[in-house]
């Protein structure tokens, strides 16, 4: 073997461990600046959202926190290029109690505003948000029974709208103490009502501040049946959610 033949495979192996250096900086980037990535693992945000999904966010959408960075290093605080998220957003933020867990749920009240549930309506500032009967769904009730749920449309005060299911008549959270949202703060809730640890959920979640908010989910970009695993390749023709792919999630 001589010197130069050596020197040509030296040469090769440096020239793929920068190629991959240069895609994982790009890669991090990309994570960092522009979309991630997330799936979803709970029922929470039915319809909208279903156990299955893979969707993109967008981390530009309300700047950079030192939740934008992968593991969240103490390198700043607040937001730079930061723009406030819309009512009626969905929402991927950290859980404010360990700020380490991603959830997802939509934006229902912005800081100052008085959100409260009776009988099972959406109250934003003493006003019921306006909320019309859809046909019902069938769902599994968590013991294995397939049982009908009510499903509604809600339109909050900007014209968003988007579909709630109501699984239990009188749930727990049905019912609620009025929530007063602080300044820098916002009021989150899952389109599952009966099925979403939420901010009414005060010791668990609560008011999430602005710093917490990762980013807005954009489009569904893969999703799969509940009961199935993505990397089941071979039963893609009869798992996948055709009808989802590339889908704007609203």
């Known amino acids: 073997m001589t010197a130069s033949s050596d020197s040509k495979k030296e040469g090769g192996f440096l020239e793929t461990v920068r190629v991959i250096v240069h895609a994982l900086l790009i ?11 997330f799936n979803i693992p709970s029922g929470s945000m039915k319809d909208t959202l279903l156990i299955g999904d893979y969707l993109f966010v967008s981390k530009f959408s309300y700047g950079y926190s030192r939740y934008s960075i992968p593991f969240s290093p103490n390198l700043f605080a607040g937001r730079l290029f930061g723009a406030p998220p819309e009512r009626g957003d969905v929402v991927v933020f950290k859980l404010p109690k360990d700020n380490e867990t991603d959830y997802i749920k939509r934006v229902v009240g912005m800081p100052g505003d008085r959100i409260q549930m009776i009988n099972g309506v959406l109250n934003i500032n003493g006003v019921p948000v306006k909320r019309e009967r ?26 968003v709208s988007y579909e709630t299911l109501d699984i239990v008549e009188n749930g727990f959270y049905d019912n609620t103490q009025v929530y007063n949202v602080p300044d820098g703060h916002y009021f989150m809730m899952g389109d599952n009502r009966d099925n979403s640890a939420d901010s009414r959920v005060l010791s668990q979640v609560g008011y999430v501040p602005f710093e917490n908010l990762i980013g807005k989910a954009q489009i569904i970009f893969f999703s799969v049946d509940d009961h199935a695993a993505a990397w089941q390749v071979w039963l893609w023709p009869w798992t996948v959610r055709w009808s989802r792919l590339l889908t704007w999630v609203r």
């Open 27 to 37: 890669a991090l980037v990309i994570r960092t600046l522009l979309f991630q990535p």
């Open 134 to 159: 859809l046909g019902d769904v069938m769902e599994d009730d968590g013991s294995g029974r397939i049982v009908p749920v009510k499903r509604y449309r809600e339109t909050l005060p900007n014209g």
